[in-house]
């Protein structure tokens, strides 16, 4: 295995690709993992006529048009037959921290679009309580940011902007990040909600009731398989 595929990731993506069908209209989110789909889906060659995918991020559309794919707008008329997408953290009950690379609102979007949603992570994601090791992204409105920050800090009191290069980091729709550590006992289904009734949110990266389950890949290449309970 290359170092640029990786055993843990390579095992998790192939088995994200076997849950795809010929004739499928697909949702793929962002980042190394589900770019990994995207290569190996192109190697098939029973996807004729080619398969439909929408797509949450600018690198993950490139690519699946790269790859031969058909991008379709989510313009309302259908519902995605399947989601796949990676996961910054992924806890127990898979719930999970998303928008390390900043297309958490396009991610949700997209997965609220499907019929079914699966994870596709190394089990070095996996968590006993969500913010062990990431902070939460939380995108806000760019318009009076550091307001949205002072009345969000009376939930998440260590915000952060996200800066790139010296520069505030700015999503695919134009809004900021604020980084945002969970502390310890914060219960993220009471956040799930809070945080959004912030004026100003835009979106967080919880996702919270929404994997069907979690395709984990260990460093020897084998799979692991988180299935939620509902």
Not at 83 to 101: F, H, N, S, T, Y
Not at 187 to 200: F, K, S
């Amino acid at each position: 295995m290359t170092e640029d595929h990786p055993p843990a990731r390579e095992a998790a993506a192939a088995a994200a690709v076997d849950l795809v069908e010929p004739g499928m209209t697909i949702g793929l989110g962002s980042g190394r993992a589900v770019w990994r789909v995207v290569e190996l889906l192109s190697e098939r060659r029973e996807d004729t006529p080619p398969l439909r995918v929408a797509v949450a991020s600018k690198r993950t559309d490139a690519m699946a048009r790269e790859a031969g794919m058909k991008v379709v707008a989510l313009d309302g008329s259908f519902a995605l037959d399947l989601a796949i997408d990676g996961a910054d953290e992924v806890d127990p009950q898979l719930r999970l921290i998303k928008g390390g690379g900043g297309a958490l609102l396009r991610e949700k979007i997209v997965i609220a679009a499907a019929q079914r949603f699966v994870v596709v992570a190394e089990t070095a994601k996996k968590v006993e309580r969500l913010g062990e090791g990431f902070p939460l992204p939380v995108e806000v409105a760019r318009f009076a940011w550091q307001d949205t920050a002072r009345r969000l800090a009376e939930l998440l009191p260590e915000a952060e902007l996200r800066v790139t290069e010296g520069e505030p980091y700015v999503t695919d729709e134009g809004h900021f990040i604020l980084d945002c550590p969970l502390a310890r006992g914060s219960d993220p289904n009471e956040l799930d909600d809070a945080i959004r009734r912030v004026p100003g949110v835009v979106e967080h990266g919880l996702f919270i009731g929404m994997a069907e389950q979690a395709l984990l890949g260990t460093p020897q290449g084998e799979l692991e398989v988180l299935r939620s309970a509902g």
